[in-house]
């Protein structure tokens, strides 16, 4: 079974441009997270899509923005890039295992923002 | 402030060595989760742990819930440099995931 992609794995902006990153979530997962992972303030939770639905959404400025296709594939895209935007941004797709949930991650998008 | 806090924050050890990291908060869990991540890539999950007093084992790895479902550690028996990584816990809160910092394991040969 194929595991998380996330697509592309390295980018260099600069200030001010805008960002779309793509994660295909494990077939059969419904549900989409992403994450932001700095050294400085670790891993961060962005939102949560389920069902094309965002269904959570982290402290983060309305710069930040996603949306999920009817394929549980996802995007994320940030605006008016800073360069407090650079960043590790993980993907995660999730399953129901008992009362829990697990997350499956991909190997991320290296941003960097110059 | 971090809901969970992980400690130490760096661990260097020789393999054979034993070590144990620390997964601690005020606020109570239904179920904690740890994972690892090695670099270039993302986080793994690990295991799950839901019940208060709970241990589970995963090969060298023994991992603990608290009785008052607060706290958490992993320990590592035998360590081999195999198990060099970033360590973290996560919780759910309020339908987010959480995480600690983290603990940057190193096991040198």
Sequence with gaps: ?114 | TQLLEQSPQFLSIQEGENLTVYCNSSSVFSSLQWYRQEPGEGPVLLVTVVTGGEVKKLKRLTFQFGDARKDSSLHITAAQPGDTGLYLCAADSWGKLQFGAGTQVVVTP
């Excluded at chain 1, 891993?43 to 296709?69: D, H, M, V």
């Design chain 1, 1 to 114: 079974k194929a595991g998380v992609t996330q697509t592309p794995r390295y980018l260099i902006k600069t200030r001010g441009q805008q960002v779309t990153l793509s994660c295909s979530p494990i077939s059969g997962h419904r549900s989409v997270s992403w994450y932001q992972q700095t050294p400085g303030q670790g891993l961060q939770f962005l939102f949560e899509y389920f069902s094309e639905t965002q269904r959570n959404k982290g402290n983060f400025p309305g710069r930040f923005s996603g949306r999920q296709f009817s394929n549980s594939r996802s995007e994320m895209n940030v605006s008016t890039l800073e360069l407090g935007d650079s960043a590790l941004y993980l993907c995660a797709s999730s399953r129901l295992a008992g009362a829990t949930y697990e997350q499956f991650f991909g190997p991320g998008t290296r941003l960097t923002v110059l």
